[in-house]
C-alpha cells in the first residue's frame, strides 16, 4: 500500500515537470526580445502633424516609425516632410495606397494575394521611387490574419497589428521577436486609460514595447506631447531604447 501510494505521488510530482517538457518546443525562441520601445504613428493625414512635432521627437530623443497610406497623392510638400524624418533617423513605412482595410476588402472577394497587388505593391514602387528605405508594413484597422501575414512577409521584414486578432502575433510587451509579426498599444484608447499601463511596462520590462499612435498634438487620433514626454521620461529611466519597426527583424 505504502509503495502505491509513493508512486502515486512521484507521479503527481511529475506532471508539472513533464508538462513543462512538453511545452519546451513551443515556447522556444530564437530571437530574444531587445530592451527597447517602438513607437509608430499612422497615416498620410497627420503628416503636418508629424512635422511640427519634429522639434519635440528631437528634443526628447524619440525615434519613430511613420506609416502612410495613398502614396500616389502627396504633394510635395509632405514628400519634403518625410524625407526630412527619414533623414533624423526615422523609418517609414508602408500604410497600404488606399487605407484599405483587408477584412473589407476579403468580404468583397479580394484575396491575399489581390490585396499584396492593389494595395501593397503600387505603394513599394512609389515609395521607392521617391527614394524612401522600405522595410515594414503597418495594417489599416489592424484588419489581418495569419493568411495575408505570410504572403506580406515576402516583401516586408516586420508587420504590425493592433490590439487583436491575437492569433499568430507576438504581443505589445514581447520578450521574443520571432515572426516578424506584432501587435501594438494606443495610448488614446479609451480616453487614454493605458497611458499608465505602458509607463509602467517600459520602466518594469526588459521586453521589446510597441506603442502606435496617430496625429502628434494636432490631427487624427492625437497623442500629446505631455503623453509622448511620460513615455520619452520612462525610456530615459528605464535605460531602454527607442527602436525603428525594422529593427524588430534583426537578429
Not at 102 to 113: H, M, Q, R, T, V
Not at 159 to 168: A, D, F, H, Q
Not at 234 to 244: C, F, P, T, Y
Request: glycine fraction near 6%; proline fraction near 3%.
Amino acid at each position: 500500500m505504502k509503495t502505491d501510494q509513493a508512486f502515486v505521488l512521484m507521479i503527481v510530482l511529475l506532471l508539472p515537470i513533464s508538462g513543462c517538457f512538453g511545452n519546451y518546443e513551443e515556447q522556444y525562441c530564437s530571437q530574444i526580445a531587445e530592451n527597447g520601445v517602438a513607437i509608430s504613428f499612422d497615416d498620410k493625414m497627420n503628416i503636418l502633424s508629424w512635422n511640427d512635432s519634429i522639434p519635440f521627437l528631437s528634443e526628447h530623443e524619440i525615434i519613430a516609425t511613420f506609416y502612410v497610406d495613398r502614396w500616389d497623392k502627396l504633394s510635395d510638400e509632405e514628400i519634403i516632410i518625410l524625407h526630412e524624418l527619414q533623414d533624423l533617423g526615422h523609418e517609414i513605412g508602408i500604410h497600404t495606397m488606399n487605407h484599405s482595410n483587408y477584412y473589407d476588402f476579403k468580404d468583397e472577394g479580394g484575396s491575399p494575394e489581390d490585396y499584396l497587388n492593389i494595395e501593397v505593391l503600387p505603394a513599394i514602387e512609389i515609395a521607392k521611387e521617391l527614394g524612401f528605405e522600405i522595410s515594414t508594413f503597418s495594417y489599416p484597422h489592424g484588419a489581418r490574419d495569419a493568411e495575408i501575414d505570410e504572403v506580406l512577409l515576402e516583401h516586408f521584414v516586420a508587420l504590425r497589428g493592433i490590439s487583436s486578432p491575437i492569433e499568430g502575433v507576438q504581443p505589445w510587451s514581447t520578450t521574443c521577436e520571432d515572426g516578424g509579426v506584432f501587435r501594438s498599444i494606443s495610448p488614446t484608447a479609451s480616453n487614454g486609460k493605458n497611458v499608465d499601463k505602458i509607463v509602467e511596462t517600459i520602466l518594469e520590462s526588459d521586453n521589446t514595447i510597441l506603442i502606435y499612435a496617430h496625429g502628434i498634438e494636432t490631427g487624427s487620433l492625437t497623442v500629446s506631447f505631455d503623453v509622448l514626454e511620460e513615455f520619452a521620461d520612462a525610456v530615459d529611466e528605464s535605460g531602454k531604447s527607442w527602436l525603428q519597426m525594422r529593427k524588430l527583424a534583426e537578429a
